[in-house]
Structure formats: structure tokens, C-alpha cells
């Protein structure tokens, strides 16, 4: 069974900071990794995915990939009360159809 | 925009009963799949399918089955709705080739009674 191992939170950050979000995957074969968004009684919403190691920016967001370390991060600079949110983290192995999702991460942003 | 659109959002059925919730999407995608969301467990695949007639198990299909008669159509069945399949299910859809994330239906809330 591939893991992905999320810490669910509640993650606390004042408006303004950074909100550092941590996961890590059990299969070191695994090929892509994707940050899901989801509000409460919403369904999940893409925000970023990554392939290689290193950082990948989209405004205020950054995903961090060390594949040698089996972690992948998600950077939320500036926070603001909207990316009050959970967090999917999602690992793809054995090829594009096999995803697993960690159980996420409940972000909190306060005002 | 790619669309993907379940048929209900709310559905409430007894124990025993035959569920189908179905699952349409606009984008010519050839993958869809099935998951369902319980809190403290996260999401979990039922079943997939990578094209027209094609299905494959995920990791939890007891009690489920899945119909792809066409390509924009993915169904997801309850042979014999019980009380422990409650949950929040979710459908998705990705290209063939592009892995760049799935596209989520907005849910559907099922409660069984």
C-alpha cells in the first residue's frame, strides 16, 4: 500500500506570514506530485503540481520537491483569511492513473 | 473550462437499496474515477477507467461496481446500499497523456439509511 503522510492540522498562521505545509510518500518510484486546495463542503481544486526537484513558483505559492528525501512541501507566502483551507497532498506512481491522496491538512489564516 | 458534473448533491437512500450516481464530463478526458472522502481516512479510489468499457479496481471496490458505456460517462453502483457507505463521493477526470491533476466533480453527499 503507497503512503502519503499529511499531519492534518489545524496548521495556525497570522495573516501575512508563511503557512508551511509538509508531506512525505512511502514509494520512491513515485513520478508527480500535485497540492490540492479544498474548502469546507467543497470538493478539491488543483493549485500546483511538480515533477522535479527543486522549487516550482505560481505567485504566491511554491511546491518544494526532494525526491532523495521522499518530501514534498507546499509554500503560502503572504496568507490571507481566503487560503483558510485543507490541503491535499497527492503522489502519483505506477503510472498517471494511480494516485494516492494524503488525508490533508487543515489550514487556518487569522485575521 | 473543463466541466465535471455529478448528477446529485445530496441523496439520501434506505439499506438494501440499488444507488447510481453518475458522473458526466465535456472535455473528451479518458480517464475517470471514483473516490470516496470520510473524515480521518481522506480520499480513497473506488474504481477507475482509462477508457470506454475499460474499468479497473482501486483500492476499496467491495459493494461497488462501475459502468462506462460512454466516454463522457463514468457510473458508479451500490449493488446493496449499507449503512457503512456513507460518505462524500467524488468523481474525477484526467487526459490519457497530460498528468497534470485531475478535474473534481462537486460531490455528492450520500446518506444511507
Known amino acids: 500500500q503507497k503512503e502519503v503522510e499529511q499531519n492534518s492540522g489545524p496548521l495556525s498562521v497570522p495573516e501575512g506570514a508563511i503557512a508551511s505545509l509538509n508531506c512525505t510518500y512511502s514509494?520512491?518510484?513515485?513520478?508527480?506530485f500535485f497540492w490540492y486546495r479544498q474548502y469546507s463542503g467543497k470538493s478539491p481544486e488543483l493549485i500546483m503540481f511538480i515533477y522535479s526537484n527543486g522549487d516550482k513558483e505560481d505567485g504566491r505559492f511554491t511546491a518544494q520537491l526532494n525526491k532523495a528525501s521522499q518530501y514534498v512541501s507546499l509554500l503560502i507566502r503572504d496568507s490571507q483569511p481566503s487560503d483558510s483551507a485543507t490541503y491535499l497532498c497527492?503522489?502519483?506512481?505506477?503510472?498517471?492513473?494511480?494516485?494516492?491522496f494524503g488525508i490533508g491538512t487543515k489550514l487556518q489564516v487569522i485575521p | 473550462d473543463v466541466k465535471v458534473t455529478q448528477s446529485s448533491r445530496y441523496l439520501v437512500k434506505r439499506t438494501g437499496e440499488k444507488v447510481f450516481l453518475e458522473c458526466v464530463q465535456d472535455?473528451?478526458?479518458?480517464?475517470m474515477f471514483w473516490y470516496r472522502q470520510d473524515p480521518g481516512l481522506g480520499l480513497r479510489l473506488i474504481y477507475f477507467s482509462y477508457d470506454v468499457k475499460m474499468k479497473e479496481k482501486g483500492d476499496i471496490p467491495e459493494g461497488y461496481s462501475v459502468s462506462r458505456e460512454k466516454k463522457e460517462r463514468f457510473s458508479l453502483i451500490l449493488e446493496s446500499a449499507s449503512t457503512n457507505q456513507t460518505s462524500m463521493y467524488l468523481c474525477?477526470?484526467?487526459?490519457?497523456?497530460?498528468?497534470?491533476?485531475?478535474?473534481f466533480g462537486s460531490g455528492t453527499r450520500l446518506t444511507v439509511v
Open positions: 497527492a503522489v502519483t506512481w505506477g503510472g498517471y492513473q494511480k494516485v494516492t
Open positions: 472535455m473528451d478526458h479518458e480517464n
Open positions: 474525477a477526470s484526467s487526459l490519457w497523456e497530460d498528468n497534470s491533476g485531475y478535474t
Open positions: 514509494d520512491r518510484g513515485s513520478q508527480s
